[in-house]
Every structure is written in structure tokens, then in C-alpha cells.
């Protein structure tokens, strides 16, 4: 059983918007740090965006330049990455991951434990 199940990719054009979603699968991960991230064919797996246990602090890549959001619905388990004014250079899929606890260990995908298979993303211009 895979630990967390993203939703909410898809094709958008340019200037497009898409919302993300992740939750638990069996579990919930409110009280752990929960990070997006996303891979191109062909390049690394890089952080997207960060949230520590209960929502206590955000960060953002550089890239994000005030694009995207990240969020926890503590109703519903569930952690959202809204994309705002997508570019092609966003195609990825991407992936929600868990820490073992609630701080955060930064953007390497190696510091995170539990993974979703990923939601793929596309951008046209």
C-alpha cells in the first residue's frame, strides 16, 4: 500500500492554474513535515514547496516566485499545492512526500520517508 496518493494533475496552457492534492492512505500525516516535489524526464527530483507539522512554517524554491501555495486541511488529512500562472518549464510529475517526524530536513528527497506515486503535470505554451 503506497503511503500518500496525489491528485489533481493534468494539462493546462500557460498562465493556467491546477491544485494538487495529497493525503494519507490508511494514515495520516498531520503531525509529520510534508514536502511537493517534482521531476522532469531527464533532470533530479527537486523540492517544490515545504510545510512543517501543523502548518507552523512554509518554504518555497526559489522557482515558486510566489506562484504556488501549500496548505493543510486538518478536516480532512489532506496537504494542497495551488499553481498559479504554470509555465512549460512546470511540466514534472510530481510527488508528495512525508518526513518521519514534524520538522522538515529541507529539499533532499533522501531526508523523506514516505512517498506517493505522483501526479503529472503539463504545461503547453
Known amino acids: 500500500q503506497v503511503p500518500l496518493v496525489e491528485s489533481g494533475g493534468g494539462s493546462v496552457q500557460a498562465g493556467g492554474s491546477l491544485r494538487l492534492s495529497c493525503a494519507g492512505s490508511?494514515?495520516?500525516?498531520?503531525?509529520?513535515?510534508m514536502v511537493w516535489f517534482r521531476q522532469a524526464p531527464g533532470k533530479e527530483r527537486e523540492g517544490v514547496a515545504r510545510?512543517?507539522?501543523?502548518?507552523?512554517?512554509?518554504f518555497y524554491a526559489d522557482f515558486v516566485n510566489g506562484r504556488f501555495t501549500i496548505s493543510q486541511d486538518y478536516a480532512s488529512y489532506t496537504v494542497y499545492l495551488e499553481m498559479n500562472n504554470l509555465q512549460p518549464e512546470d511540466t514534472a510529475m510530481y510527488y508528495c512526500?512525508?518526513?518521519?517526524?514534524?520538522?522538515?530536513?529541507?529539499?533532499?528527497?533522501?531526508?523523506?520517508?514516505?512517498w506517493g506515486q505522483g501526479t503529472q503535470v503539463t504545461v503547453s505554451s
Open positions: 512526500a512525508a518526513a518521519s517526524g514534524p520538522l522538515c530536513v529541507g529539499f533532499s528527497p533522501y531526508g523523506y520517508k514516505y
Open positions: 490508511g494514515a495520516s500525516y498531520m503531525n509529520n513535515c
Open positions: 510545510i512543517s507539522a501543523r502548518g507552523g512554517s512554509t
